[in-house]
């Protein structure tokens, strides 16, 4: 059973650019959640999604920042005209349940750089 | 609303002593716990949890942690470093009333020969 996959690993973007960040949940997980990292700092939650639903988005950006989780597909987290301040790991979560009980598994990480 | 306080954002250790990793929380209402870990360039991975259970919970890699309701906290140990260890761990808090975990910001956790 694979584990929760992000691509792309590694990004780089210029001001201005298009960030697009894909996660695949582990197989059977229907509940994805959004986090970034930034340097020295813990993991703030983004996003909440199940399949076709955006459940909470509470901890998203009000502007440029958009995430979505197709029926088929994996979830994308899209950040249009990005800026130097959005350079940060983004770490994909899922989960069979809530992730309140059930436990989160992490893919690896996009690591995205504006430059 | 639920807070997470990791004392120290750096702890030193030596190989094969103590590693006592701090965490507090606040929660209004009873809370689960989790420690994670996270090597460097990868993910986060689940070391243990609690969830109303058993105040001492095991997890991997010989780690555990004590609820203890009266002082607020959820202290990761591990009678023996290895330097495999060396590693950032995060503590996270949540309950039944919410669905995402809080994390506090991580306590860098340095092995040395």
């Known amino acids: 059973n694979a584990g929760v996959m992000q691509n792309p690993r590694h990004l780089v973007r210029r001001r201005g650019q298009e960030a697009r960040l894909r996660c695949s949940p582990m197989k059977g997980h229907s509940h994805v959640y959004w986090y970034r990292q930034l340097p020295e700092e813990g993991l703030k939650f983004m996003v909440y999604?199940?399949?076709?639903?955006?459940?909470?988005e509470s901890g998203m950006p009000k502007e440029r920042f958009s995430a979505e989780f197709p029926k088929e597909g994996p979830s994308i987290l899209r950040i249009q005209q990005v800026v130097r301040g959005d350079s940060a790991a983004y770490f994909c979560?899922?989960?069979?349940?809530?992730?309140?009980?059930?436990?989160?598994?992490f893919g690896p990480g996009t690591r995205l750089t504006v430059l | 609303a639920q807070s997470v306080t990791q004392l120290g954002s750096h702890v030193s250790v030596s190989e094969g002593a103590l590693v006592l990793l701090r965490c507090n929380y606040s929660?209004?209402?009873?809370?689960?716990l989790f420690w994670y870990v996270q090597y460097p360039n990868q993910g986060l991975q689940l070391l243990l949890k609690?969830?109303?259970?058993?105040?001492l919970v095991k997890g991997i890699n010989g780690f555990e942690a004590e609820f203890k309701k009266s002082e607020t906290s959820f202290h990761l140990t591990k009678p023996s470093a290895h330097m495999s260890d060396a590693a950032e761990y995060f503590c996270a808090v949540s309950d039944q009333s919410g669905y995402i975990p809080t994390f506090g910001r991580g306590t860098s956790l340095i092995v040395h020969p």
């Open positions: 609690y969830t109303s259970a058993a105040t």
């Open positions: 999604l199940q399949k076709e639903n955006i459940i909470d």
């Open positions: 929660s209004s209402v009873p809370p689960y």
């Open positions: 979560a899922s989960s069979p349940g809530q992730a309140s009980t059930d436990t989160q598994y």
